[in-house]
Structures are given as C-alpha cells and as structure tokens.
C-alpha cells in the first residue's frame, strides 16, 4: 500500500470546469500549478474560449496560475495566446524541481499550492514529491478514441485502491454544486468498461464457490419422454418489430435463444432439487454458436454477447408461476423493452439473468418430478411446464390498474400484478397474491405509449 501511495491525489474530478476556485482561494490556497494536454484540452489543441474565460474567472479570485508541462515551449505558447499566466516547459515531471521552481515563480508556500492534472504517474506523482496538494481530473478523450493506453488502466488500477483507503476524501470545497447536491461516489464496477470487466469476473468466481459449498442438489437429468401431465404452456414471438428496433439484432437473439433451448430442453427436476437457469445453460461465447443480441446495460439497451436469454429466463418464470413450485432467485429489469403486440400478457418480459450471478433459481418442494419442454419454431419460442401428474391447485396471472405515467423526463409502465390460487376441484379462488409492483421505465419510442393509457 505504501508504493501506491506515491501516486494517490488529495482528490479527483471530472473537469476542471467543476472544481470550485473561489473555494479554494478561501480553504488558504493561493496558486495553482496546471497541466496542458488532456488536462485543459485535449493532446495538443489550442487553447478555447471556455478555457481563455476559465483562467481569467480563477484570476479573479486571486489564485495564480502557472503551467508545468513536459512539452516543448513552442507548444505553450501556441496554447497561451490569449491566457496571461507564467510557464515552464520541459518541466521533466515526475521531477521535484519543475513544482519547487514554480514555487518561486508564485512567490508561494508548499501549503498554499495544488496541482492539477490527468496522470496519476506524471502530475500527480510529481506533487507528491514536492509535498503539495494535488486533484486529479479525467483525462480529455475525443468520442473517436476508442482505446486508451495501458497507462490508463493502471491508473484506474491505482484510484480504485485509493477509494478504498481511509486517505480518500471529497472535500466540498473542491468542487462545484447545484445547490443540495452532493457528490456521488461511484462504485467500482462504474468507473470504466476494465473495472466493469473485473467486477463482473469477481461475482462469477463468488457464485461458482458459493454453488460448489452449498447444499443443494440441483436438476441435471434429462428425460428422453415428456412426462405425462401439461401444468401450464406459453408461447411467444421471438422477432419483434418496429421503429428503433434492430433486425440483426432481433435474429440474433433468437439464434441465441434457440442454442439454449437444446441445452435446456427436458430437463427433470426431481422433489427437492433446485432448478439453476445458468447452471443448466452454460457460459455463452462466439465459439458456442451465441451472437450479439439485445442487453441492458447501465440503464440502456445495447448489444452483448447471448444477448435475449433473458427472454428465455422469463418464460420459465411465467411456467414457474403457474405451479406450486417456490422460486427461490429471481432479478427483474422494464418490462417496457418493446411495445405491446396484441392483448397484453402480464409478465410477458422482465425477468433478468446474466453469466452467471444474476441467476433464476426455482426449487421443487413438491412430491412428484416436473420437467421444462422449450423449443423454437418458425420465429416463435414454445414452452411446456409437465409433471408426473395433475396438481391440487392451477393457478391464474393476471394485471390491474396499468397505465403509463411520466417522471420529471421519462415515461414509466405502472400496474400491480397478481396470482390467483385456485383449488381445481371447486373451481375457487382460495388466495390472491401480490407477485410485482411494476413500475418499469419505459425503454421504447415514447411516440408508440398507447395516448389513452397515459395518464
């Protein structure tokens, strides 16, 4: 830990446009020691008007400014046509004596000086060296610029050890507000796609372990025969339609449907064991066939690898329902994904699964074995819950009080959904249950809400 603190800012933020200097000048610093490119604008650029209007607004609050860079002095002074502030060039950083230098310059104590810049190795290290404050901001990167350098990864390698250790601070007066609001932290798995990729890779190893201690016995048997008894079945289309949804992305999802109906297709779960959608379907990747489909990611549809199994995965939670089974994990996202087609069937989407800690899991705590038939035909998924017998109690789906409402910019699907218990030798209902409180942002063309379910 001792190395990396070395390379750990006082703090970090977005922009310099978002850090509060008349702040600053207030907390008892007095100067500050700025970097060039991808800290001010991006490698190379000139100077802009917001910067131009920046550097005089900071000016104003009686902070002074120098700029320490490793580039050459043509390079600055193509930046500083318009910005009156001192400069030293081929400053060498991580190097101490560029910052003690521009000490002097400023006329300026240790304590009374922050540095501000977009490498952890570079700049920031650099005031460590020197004992002075530091904040660290995002780097400037063009939407053209797809990868970024290995550098970049070990610096976010490095902030999220910082975050967390007791060393890590968000000092209000380092940033600016809207009044109210303060700061969010963002997890780890939020920082970039790398640190997405290693959280995701921990909670995959999590759940393999937690399987591999836990006590449960879960379906593995396939049968060759379908048992004799239907509990319930459903049938849906894999291919939808409309404005702003991708074809390409449409097939692919039933492509990867129909791959995990064959691994799925017939299995018997026995009383006692637990059905594991994941454990059942396996890993997805390009060499087993899987494409890119529709996922949810972040709050947006984009498209993944296996995308649509989640269509799957909510097909056997509407058999499940329909049963005495207990559904021991369940995760949901909208069921607002696509438009409705036709009559609206309650819990038609919704259901999550992801590789493989986002899981559905239900448990056979009846006496008697059941078995899941799925396939797909002619653009449409089939879905069959059997068992070895008929069941004391069919059980019915159904929908109240939906309507779509809008939140400050966004429209929601809202509605309560229930199931009926009913005992099939009387024909009564013997228990209503609240199954969803829906209330799901609506992820289609706002356009095609039908006008009289809005209210």
């Not at 060296?129 to 939407?143: A, E, T």
């Not at 894999?238 to 692919?252: A, F, V």
Request: hydrophobic letters at 35%.
């Amino acid at each position: 830990m001792i190395r990396f603190k070395q390379f750990f800012p006082t703090a970090y933020c977005k922009s310099v446009f978002d850090i509060d200097y008349q702040k600053l000048y207030q907390n008892g610093y007095r100067g500050i020691l700025f970097d060039i490119d991808n800290t001010l604008v991006h490698h190379g650029d000139a100077s802009t008007d917001e910067v131009d209007a920046l550097f005089k607004k900071i000016h104003r609050t009686g902070l002074k400014t120098i700029l320490i860079t490793n580039n050459d002095e043509q390079r600055v002074l193509n930046f500083i046509k318009n910005i009156d502030t001192p400069y030293i060039c081929l400053a060498d950083k991580p190097d101490p004596s560029a910052y003690l230098k521009a000490l002097d310059i400023l006329e300026i104590k240790k304590e009374e000086a922050i540095v501000i810049g977009d490498q952890l190795f570079v700049d920031i290290a650099g005031a460590n060296r020197s004992g002075m404050k530091s904040i660290m901001v995002k780097f400037i990167q063009l939407d053209s610029e797809k990868k970024i350098g290995k550098r970049r990864y070990a610096e976010y390698l490095v902030l999220a050890i910082w975050r967390c250790t007791k060393s890590y601070h968000l000092p209000d007066y380092f940033y600016t507000h809207k009044a109210g609001e303060k700061e969010k932290k963002k997890l780890f798995c939020e920082i970039n796609g790398f640190t997405y990729a290693i959280s995701k890779e921990k909670e995959q190893l999590k759940r393999h372990l937690n399987d591999l201690l836990s006590k449960e016995k879960f379906a593995k048997d396939k049968g060759k025969k379908k048992l004799p008894n239907i509990v319930f079945c459903y049938s849906s289309d894999l291919i939808k339609k409309g404005k702003g949804i991708d074809p390409e992305l449409q097939y692919n999802k039933a492509k990867n449907i129909d791959i995990a109906c064959r691994k799925l297709n017939g299995i018997i779960v026995h009383p006692g064991e637990v059905f594991s959608f994941w454990r059942t379907i396996g890993s997805t990747s390009w060499i087993k066939g899987y494409r890119n489909g529709r996922v949810i990611h972040n709050g947006k549809l984009v498209a993944g690898i296996g995308g649509g199994l989640c269509n799957l995965g909510n097909t056997i939670h509407l058999l499940i329902l329909h049963s005495p089974m207990t559904v021991t994990e369940f995760h949901s996202h909208s069921d607002a994904l696509a438009p409705d087609h036709g009559k609206r069937v309650p819990f038609s989407a919704g259901t999550s699964v992801s590789y493989n800690y986002i899981d559905y899991r239900f448990k056979n705590n009846t006496d008697q074995d059941v078995q899941i038939i799925v396939g797909c035909k002619n653009e449409k998924l089939y879905a069959q819950l059997r068992s070895e017998r008929e069941f004391p109690y069919r059980y019915e789906i159904f929908e109240e009080d939906h309507h779509f409402h809008k939140e400050d910019d966004k429209y929601f699907r809202i509605s309560k959904i229930y199931r009926n218990v009913i005992d099939v030798a009387t024909d009564e209902v013997i228990d209503k249950e609240l199954i969803r409180d829906n209330h799901s942002e609506v992820m289609f063309d706002y356009d095609l809400i039908p006008k009289e379910l809005i209210r």
